[in-house]
C-alpha cells in the first residue's frame, strides 16, 4: 500500500497544479467562490486557492460578429426579407461590465438568441410603418434606428455595437417580377427620350450649319459683286481718262476725234460678237452722237481731275 508520505506528496502536487489558471489573450475569467462572484482574471498566468475558487465562465473581450437573416412586413403588407451582419463587443473590462456579461444570461446561446430577437423586432418596428416602394432607399435610415435602440439594451448586458450591416434587402419574386418591369419600362421611356433629344439636337446642328452655309455662300456673292462692281467702274475710269487724253491730244493737232469715236465703237461691236448672248445690236452711228459721247467722257475726266 501506499505510504502517508507519497499520498501526501500527491496531494500536495495536485494542489500546486489546481493553484495555477491560464487565461488566453484577448479573453478574462471570472472566478467564483460557492458559486458567488469573487474576482476576475486577467489574461497570462494566475493563482487561484484550489479547490475553493471556481473558474465560473472565461469571456472574450474581442470583437464578435453574427449573421442574421429574417422577414418583416411593410404597412402595404409586403414581404421583406433581410441578410444583416452585426458587430458587436464588451464594453470594457471593468468589473461591472464583466460580471453583467458573465452572469445576465446563461450561455451564449441564448444571449444571442436575445440579440437576434432584440434586433429583429427593432427592424419590424421600423419596416411596418413605410411602405414597399421605400424600403430600399431607407437602408441607412434603418441602421440608425436599430442602432439607436439596440445600443441602450446591449449596455443593460454589458456591451455595445459597433456596427450594424444590411448586406441585403430582398422582396417575394412577384413584387420582384414587378419591379423589374417598372425599371424596364423606366430604361425603354429614357431611352426614347435620349434618342428623340439626340435627334433634336443634330437636326438642330444641320440646319444651323445650313444656315450658316447660305448665309457664308450670300455674303461671299454680295462681296464678289461689289468687287466686279469696283473693277468694272475702275475699267470705265480708265478707258475713259485715256479716251479724253487722247481726244485733247487729237484736238491740239487738229485732227478729227471721231476717228476715236469709231474705234471705240468697233471694239465694242467686236466684244459683242464675242461675248454677248443678243443677236441685235443697236448703236448711235450719227455724228451728234458720236460728239455727244465724246463730251460725256471728257466732262468725266475733268470731274475726276478736280476730285484728286
Known amino acids: 500500500m501506499f505510504s502517508i508520505p507519497i499520498i501526501l506528496l500527491v496531494l500536495a502536487i495536485v494542489t500546486l ?14 472566478i467564483t467562490v460557492f458559486g458567488k462572484y469573487r474576482r476576475i482574471l486577467n489574461p497570462g498566468l494566475n493563482l487561484k486557492v484550489p479547490f475553493i475558487e471556481q473558474v465560473y465562465k472565461k469571456i472574450s473581450i474581442q470583437n464578435r460578429s453574427v449573421e442574421l437573416e429574417f422577414q ?13 451582419m452585426l458587430l458587436y463587443a464588451v464594453i470594457n473590462t471593468d468589473e461591472e461590465s464583466i460580471k453583467n456579461v458573465a452572469f445576465k444570461f446563461i450561455d451564449d446561446r441564448n444571449l444571442m438568441q436575445a440579440l437576434v430577437r432584440t434586433i429583429e423586432g427593432s427592424i419590424r418596428g421600423f419596416v411596418a410603418t413605410k411602405k414597399q416602394a421605400e424600403v ?3 437602408r441607412k435610415e434603418i441602421v440608425e434606428d436599430v442602432k439607436e435602440q439596440i445600443d441602450q439594451t446591449l449596455e443593460t448586458w454589458g456591451y455595445h ?11 417575394d419574386e412577384a413584387i ?7 425599371v424596364a419600362s423606366s430604361n425603354l421611356k429614357a431611352a426614347a427620350e435620349n434618342e428623340g433629344q439626340a435627334l433634336l439636337i443634330t437636326k438642330t446642328k444641320a440646319a444651323e450649319a445650313e444656315g450658316n ?6 455674303d461671299a456673292e454680295r462681296i464678289a459683286a461689289q468687287l466686279r462692281g469696283q473693277g468694272v467702274a475702275l475699267f470705265r475710269e480708265e478707258v475713259a481718262k485715256g479716251m479724253t487724253q487722247a481726244a485733247k491730244e487729237m484736238e491740239q493737232a487738229n485732227l478729227d476725234t471721231s476717228v476715236i469715236l ?17 443677236n441685235v445690236i443697236f448703236l448711235d452711228g450719227s455724228a451728234d452722237g458720236m460728239q455727244k ?6 466732262a468725266m475726266n475733268n470731274l475726276m481731275a478736280i476730285k484728286k
Open 262 to 278: 469709231f474705234s471705240m465703237w468697233t471694239e465694242s461691236i467686236k466684244q459683242f460678237a464675242e461675248y454677248g448672248k443678243g
Open 161 to 171: 455595437l459597433l456596427d450594424l450591416q444590411l448586406n441585403d434587402i430582398t422582396f
Open 17 to 30: 497544479f489546481l493553484s495555477f489558471v491560464t487565461v488566453q489573450q484577448g479573453t478574462v475569467a471570472v
Open 136 to 138: 430600399l432607399s431607407l
Open 293 to 298: 459721247t465724246m463730251k460725256e467722257m471728257m
Open 176 to 182: 420582384i417580377k414587378s419591379m423589374a418591369q417598372v
Open 213 to 218: 452655309a447660305i448665309k457664308i455662300a450670300a
Open 72 to 84: 418583416a412586413i411593410t404597412i402595404d403588407q409586403a414581404n421583406v426579407y433581410f441578410k444583416a
